[in-house]
Every structure is written in C-alpha cells, then in structure tokens.
C-alpha cells in the first residue's frame, strides 16, 4: 500500500528531513530549550510582561520551578555539553536565581 503524505501548499515539498531543516530558518536545539525555560520563568518573576494580556504579575512557584527544571537539565547533561551551551546554561540559572531571590524580598 503506497504512503499518503500530507503536503502543505504554503511550503515547497521537501524530499527529505534535512532539506526541510535547511530551509526553515529557526533551528531548534540545546540554546532554545534553555531559553524557553528562562523566558518562562522571567515571565513569572514580573521582569516581563505575561503573554496577552500585557499584565505584569509574580508567580515564585512557577518560576522555581522553571528554574528547577533548568538545573535538572544541567545535573542531566553534565559532560556532554559544548563550552558554549555549558556556559549558556550556567549564566542563565545564575541570573534567574538572583532574579529569583530579588522576587522573594520583594514579596
């Protein structure tokens, strides 16, 4: 039975995975899980507004826990990171918990 594909129109067919990487211009890895964490949980220390509704608010549970997730990510890929996603990783839970403790005496 031949395979059925679903193609989307907007996008020009590709034949195979690499070539579809090789066109979209947003490459997923390491760095864009670290930021994604980060950027959640700056959004939960009020140093961003949340998305939508343009309201700035605190929520210390969910950024510790995004900051928790962020160091389960560092305690799980110890050694098997490059220089730079090591150093990326290190430099944002630094600031995140300095971000974090700020939050707290604030509270």
Same mark, same amino acid.
């Given at each position: ?7 989307? *129109? ?5 034949? &195979?995975?690499? !070539?579809? !990487? &090789?066109? /979209?211009?947003?490459?997923? +890895?390491? +760095?864009?899980?670290? @930021? ?8 939960? =220390? ?12 605190? $929520?210390?549970?969910?950024?510790? !826990?995004?900051?928790? #997730? %962020? /160091?389960? =990510? *560092?305690? *799980?890929?110890? +050694? &098997? %990171?490059? /220089?730079?996603?090591? +150093? #990326? =990783?290190?430099? &944002? =839970?630094? $600031? @995140? ?11």
């Amino acid at each position: 039975m031949p395979e059925t594909r679903v193609v989307d *129109k907007e996008r020009p067919r590709m034949t &195979n995975q690499t !070539q579809w !990487q &090789n066109e /979209d211009s947003r490459e997923v +890895g390491f +760095g864009t899980l670290v @930021l994604l964490f980060s950027t959640g949980s700056m959004v939960h =220390l009020d140093a961003s507004s949340a998305p939508g509704s343009g309201e700035t608010k605190t $929520d210390l549970v969910e950024a510790k !826990q995004m900051i928790d #997730l %962020l /160091d389960v =990510l *560092k305690s *799980k890929t110890a +050694g &098997n %990171l490059t /220089d730079g996603g090591s +150093g #990326l =990783l290190d430099t &944002n =839970l630094f $600031d @995140l918990r300095m971000r974090y403790l700020e939050a707290v005496k604030r509270a």
